[in-house]
């Protein structure tokens, strides 16, 4: 993938407009951490739906049964909207 020199700014540029100063020092590492993977992955030409997919997961990978919860939900819409489309009789 090419490299885009203009966007490897960017994601200092997008915090510092849209997002407070870190008020902790766990807030201020977070901040740093996600500011220099966003950067990695510019340089590397990763697109933005693949980072945000990625850092979705590893956020929900670190919350011990979040996935299965989530998971759960969205079984339990999907029985809804088939129960809705009259395509399931609700017992």
Known sequence: MQ???TLAAE??????ETV?????????EVSKLLTQAAA??????VDLDTFMKGAWSAYVE???GMREHLEEM??????????QSGRMAEA
Do not use: F, K
Request: charged letters at 25%.
């Open 3 to 5: 490299h885009h020199p």
């Open 11 to 16: 994601p200092q540029a997008i915090e510092a």
């Open 20 to 28: 407070e100063a870190p008020r902790t020092p766990w807030q201020a």
């Open 40 to 45: 990695l992955c510019v340089e590397h030409g």
């Open 62 to 64: 670190s919350r011990p």
């Open 74 to 83: 969205q079984l339990r819409d999907q029985l809804e909207e088939i129960r």
